[in-house]
């Protein structure tokens, strides 16, 4: 059952029923344009029915394996970057104990993080870490040429080998790439390293429901199978709803009816800390599927309140090219009320007896107000929980939206060409073979 509501009435003052018609007229063609694959990057549209081709034997792959490496790791290292990083992190911190590496009896696997930046101080801390703690890991690029995960992989596999002895390491790593190519697929085939294959019309921002998300996702204890079913859901709800009523439809043509507004920047903003890695892998999907030809939405995000004692003043009264889309959790998972004090000391006796959640919520509506009022438009997307179901529902509506408005601002969603520059500035600065003239080039500019 679809949960997930977009309550717009907070834009309505800011862009008028003819630009909002403008939108939601052309939403019945760019359903046609991802369903029937007519648009640019049509063959990226995987990510489309990735839960509903999902098989029973492959998920019950996927779980075998995540208990074979729990059983034997008190720590797994996910080894990847951008798409082949973020959505495994956004599930796993939405969904496990905020706390879970400081209360953790020793009974549960513990996830960490590699190759997701070149940081010296961060690989060897991690490298201490390891030291003293039985582990596994899994190598996630889709390339299998990337950088990152590339020098921290073999960073860590020398240490897994010099720890374990090179044939124990091998069954400590999984290897998630592309079927053919790649330096990773020849190396996880020389080693002969269990092996998972991610499809070619899958791109890496919209691979969490492959084995790129999965098996970090099921390593961590999470129940994969109804993080599937909610996205399921709202792919069946999709196909049925393909109009200008589907939540995601008024979410895609909120945001364009913004932009061409002049509403330039939009925050996702969550009061629920636990959702902040959602906000990071929204930021990948919407940044690099929209910013490009000179236009797009700049994709930023905060958490709430805690935010709002850094970022509130700029939101409030700052250039007003911002709008907010709010993920509202209706019923949070836990439940702690605030006691009366006899003495009253800290004068919070008139909210004694509240819950916090109760306090949280009223924050939120006090807020969403206030910035209403501040000339900041606010998009609302509430669920009615944080669950395994809810997050595979946001993940599907989120993706959807993604394709929808960036065909609606004419441009091709699946690509990324842009980030590609700064990478052959590094290559031709660290000498690698063929970038010479560049080097040269550089080389003067930075005299
Ligand atoms: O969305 C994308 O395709 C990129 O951001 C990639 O996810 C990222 O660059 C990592 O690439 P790879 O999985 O090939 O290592």
New binding site residues.
């Given amino acids: 059952m679809i949960q997930t509501k977009t309550n717009l009435k907070h834009i309505r003052s800011f862009v008028t029923d003819e630009q909002l018609l403008e939108y939601e007229n052309k939403i019945e063609n760019t359903f046609k344009t991802i369903y029937d694959k007519l648009g640019a990057g049509n063959d990226f549209l995987g990510w489309v029915t990735l839960p509903s081709e999902m098989t029973k034997d492959f998920i019950k792959d996927i779980k075998n394996q995540a208990e074979l490496l729990r059983k034997k790791s008190e720590v797994f290292v996910v080894v ?5 990083y973020l959505g495994a992190r956004a599930v796993i911190e939405s969904l496990t104990h905020q706390f879970s590496s400081l209360i953790n009896k020793g009974d549960e696997t513990q996830i960490v993080y590699a190759g997701h930046n070149m940081s010296e101080d961060y690989l060897v801390e991690l490298l201490e870490l390891l030291d003293n703690k039985d582990y596994s890991m899994a190598v ?7 950088t990152e ?1 590339a020098v921290a992989f073999r960073i860590l596999k020398n240490h897994l080998e010099n720890k374990y002895g090179k044939e124990e390491a091998k069954t400590r790593i999984v290897a998630i790439t592309d079927k053919e190519r790649g330096a990773l697929k020849t190396l996880a085939n020389t080693e002969c390293y269990k092996t998972y294959i991610v499809s070619d019309n899958v ?3 919209y ?1 969490v429901l492959t084995p790129v998300g999965l098996l970090p996702i099921a390593v961590a204890g999470i129940d994969i199978e109804e993080l599937v079913n909610g996205a399921l859901a709202m792919e069946n709800y999709c196909k049925e709803n393909r109009n200008s009523d589907n939540v995601v439809a008024k979410y895609a043509v909120a945001r364009q009816a913004l932009y061409h507004d002049g509403k330039t920047n939009e925050i996702l903003v969550s009061y629920e800390p636990r959702l902040s890695y959602i906000a990071e892998w929204w930021k ?1 999907l919407y940044g ?1 599927s929209e910013g490009k030809e000179g236009k797009g939405i700049f994709p930023a995000s905060d958490i709430f309140t805690t935010d709002l004692h850094s970022m509130g003043q700029y939101i409030q009264e700052g250039l007003r090219n911002l709008f907010e889309t709010i993920i509202s959790v209706e019923k949070p998972s836990r439940e702690i009320r605030i006691p009366l004090a006899d003495n009253d000391l800290d004068q919070l006796n008139y909210i004694a007896g509240k819950r916090l959640s109760e306090v949280n919520r009223t924050a939120e509506t006090a807020t969403i107000l206030a910035h209403v009022d501040g000339g900041v438009p606010n998009i609302i997307i509430q669920i009615p929980e944080i669950s395994a179901r809810t997050i595979g529902e946001l993940i599907y509506f989120f993706e959807m939206g993604c394709a929808l408005s960036g065909y609606m601002l004419e441009v091709n969603p699946f690509d ?1 060409p842009g ?1 590609e520059a700064y990478k052959k500035n590094m290559f031709a600065l660290l000498g690698k073979k063929g970038f010479e003239e560049r080097a040269a080039a550089l080389r003067e500019r930075i005299k």
């Fill in positions: 990847g970057i951008g798409g082949s996630i690029s889709k390339s299998g040429t990337t995960p791109g890496g921002r691979s990948q690099e990324q980030v």
